[in-house]
């Protein structure tokens, strides 16, 4: 039971372009969401969250969107840059005792062609 | 401020054995959880800990354990290895348990099961 999709395995973007990665969720209880960037051969490295209190969070090139109503999330790149390359993964946490526990996303492969 | 270190980075070991992976988090921060990445699961939660106590455990089986230090380093034990434990494992650490703190992941250690 999948209960973070990703449901784009990969996404092809040109340089200068929005890159646009999207993350469906099943649980309202989730309460807080993460976007994390990953390179081969290396751990995620965490690039933005929201809690579930807004529905926008903004931090230089990403931004990211909260539609608690669809249980949708994504992640904006803009502009999107060839370094941007990577694999993006969206976590999300349920309140109460589920502490530290992040559930994530099958993951989307970003690719920007200069 | 130096990152979260995991050590070894790589690993070989036969059906069988059992192998023990470290842990130091980012200085400060005194929550520690571990994931598994393979290929087909993806990101799997399987303990974090806080203060030296598991706050929570994902499904894996008891072959897994893990514990944590004064000092907030971690280990994870994996006893009795089987060849589908062959993954990256994932340490993350957070200032604190639960609530809206990002994780910070380290490298891995890629353990591969002969």
């Known amino acids: 039971d999948q209960q973070v999709k990703q449901n784009s395995p990969s996404l092809s973007v040109q340089e200068g372009r929005i890159s646009i990665l999207n993350c469906d969720y099943t649980?309202?209880?989730?309460?807080?969401f993460l976007w994390y960037k990953k390179y081969p051969a290396e751990g995620p490295t965490f690039l933005i969250s929201?809690?579930?209190?807004?529905d926008k969070n903004e931090d230089g090139r990403f931004t990211v969107f909260l539609n608690k109503s669809a249980k949708h999330l994504s992640l904006h790149i803009v502009p999107s840059q060839p370094g941007d390359s990577a694999v993006y993964f969206c976590?999300?946490?349920?309140?109460?005792?589920?502490?530290?526990?992040?559930?994530f996303g099958q993951g989307t492969i970003l690719t920007v062609h200069p | 401020k130096a990152g979260v270190t995991q050590t070894p980075r790589y690993l070989i070991k036969t059906r069988g054995q059992q192998v023990t992976l470290s842990c130091s988090p980012i200085s400060g921060h005194r929550s520690v959880s571990w994931y598994q990445q393979t290929p087909g699961q993806g990101l799997q939660f399987l303990f974090e800990y806080f203060s030296e106590t598991q706050r929570n455990k994902g499904n894996f089986p008891g072959r897994f354990s893990g514990r944590q230090f004064s000092n907030s380093r971690s280990e994870m034990n994996v006893s009795t290895l089987e060849l589908g434990d062959s993954a990256l494992y994932l340490c993350?650490?957070?200032?604190?348990?639960?609530?809206?703190?990002?994780?910070?992941f380290g490298p891995g250690t890629r353990l591969t099961v002969l």
């Open positions: 993350a650490s957070s200032f604190s348990s639960g609530g809206y703190n990002e994780q910070f």
């Open positions: 649980n309202s209880m989730f309460d807080y």
């Open positions: 976590a999300v946490r349920s309140g109460g005792t589920s502490y530290g526990k992040l559930t």
């Open positions: 929201i809690s579930s209190i807004k």
